[in-house]
């Protein structure tokens, strides 16, 4: 992977400045690179990532298994696509094994999904059937891993 | 009771460790920012020390065979042989040691008779003169120089051999200058040890840790140099598995066999489960090694930018996690730049001299520390320049 994209992945937030001298390159390259990453549509944004159980009134998130019927020219594209279009979809993939899609949905509670689920999703054409699965608890999000582990300590000073 | 005759002469004269000195007194501070740690910052990764407990949830608790594992010394000679290119028998030529300085005594001890010399190039690592002096030998400093990226040069050698001379010692990538060799500058040195008959003790502990695609060469690898090379290596750096204390030597069969016979009464075996999960290491952890040599080099390349910036000169080193720039800009010694920044702006770093007289005018920073801590230290070491000049 691009050295850049490792060190965005590591830490968005990081500055041009710091960038250049973690990677040894000028300022300039690095932000020349930068704008042709975004244009070039490989990094597509950035975004905190949120320990959502700790934001009062926190998301509710749920993982939805959908079953779709392809179609001639195109497969599954048009239907994943019109699913994915939903702002309650925060993620949208085609998975391989028993079900076609995988989507990540959010809401601000539980019936906001169910509705979601039951009236939108459902009731979409070539829909064939979805399995619903709620988030109880969260051990890692993006990387970052959630458990409260007591640190070891390093000594300050060692050989 | 005076107990003070009674201890050994040779080791009651050994000086303590400056490293130990220095700790004592970085240890009553609070909220220091360490650039003086010769370890990984990153945990062992997950796979590793699962396999750990893994070796003791199977009740593997028991003593091992003295030369280590055999399933182990399997996987550590086909390591070797694809990584440096030395063919060793995993039967009689490789043995387990807890880490790679258990490996320096015993090969030292195996070697030395009273009297014999061991070059060793300085600065060094801190236990490199002590193990030689506690081996009875006399240990003889080669001073590199920061002009030449602290690399140790055949006319160098070559001025400090004598008759006496018996074993060379190098560590490339080299603790605490991140020093490494060439191809050419190694086989120069390999000429005259086969010239002066002598052995080499190669300790590379850093050897994937090296960085803009340098090659790292093992003068073990170089004709003529295997016969009479110790090979020292181990777990500690890239695997990040200090705490298992775990390494290697090979050797030809004669040299493993002698110190076989140290290990054996000393220590016996090195311990069970840490020998499990070093098997884990060797199958499977290239990935994470890979991602944290690369972390290292991000790390590398900010904290030389930085040191150049303010004015201390630090080449940029190709290998292992440490930089040692030169301090003799800031008008103070060694251990007075170390102390004073430590006590004004809470950063520790290593003076020089704690690696030998060689290291003065320079201290040791490690940037095996996350980047937001690097970047914080890096400023306050602006500020303390700051100063100390005004």
Partial sequence: MDPLIILLRRNARTSVEDLAKELSLTPAVVAERLTQLEADGIVLGYQPIVDQQKVQAGLVTAVVEVRITPERG????????????????????????????????????????????????????????????????????????????AKPQRLAVTP | MPLNKHIAHHVRDLPKSGIREFFDIVAQEKEVISLGVGEPDFDTPWHIREAAIYSLEHGRTHYTSNLGLPELRTSICKYVHQHFGVAYDPRTEVIITVGVSEAIDLALRAMINPGDEVLYHEPCYVSYAPSVTMAHGIAVAIPTRAEENFRLTAEALAEKITPRSKVLMLNFPCNPTGATQSRAELEKIARLCIDHDLIVLTDEIYSELTYDGAEHVSIASLPGMRERCVFLHGFSKAFAMTGFRIGYACAPAALTDAMMKIHQYAILCANTMSQDAAIEALENGARAVEAMRREYETRRNYIVAAFNELGLECFKPVGSFYIFPKITNSGLTSREFSLGLLEKKKVACVPGPAFGASGEGFVRCCYATSLDQIKVAMERIGEFLGEVKR
């Fill in chain 1, 74 to 149: 195109g497969g599954f594209d048009r239907l994943a696509g019109r699913i994915a279009n939903f702002a309650e979809v925060q993620s949208c993939y085609l998975i391989s094994g028993g079900y076609d899609l995988l989507v990540v949905v959010e809401g601000n509670t539980l019936q906001d999904i169910a509705a979601f689920i039951s009236e939108k999703l459902s009731t979409i054409k070539g829909v064939i059937s979805t399995a619903t699965r709620f988030r109880l608890k969260t051990y890692k999000e993006n990387g970052v891993s959630l458990l409260r582990e």
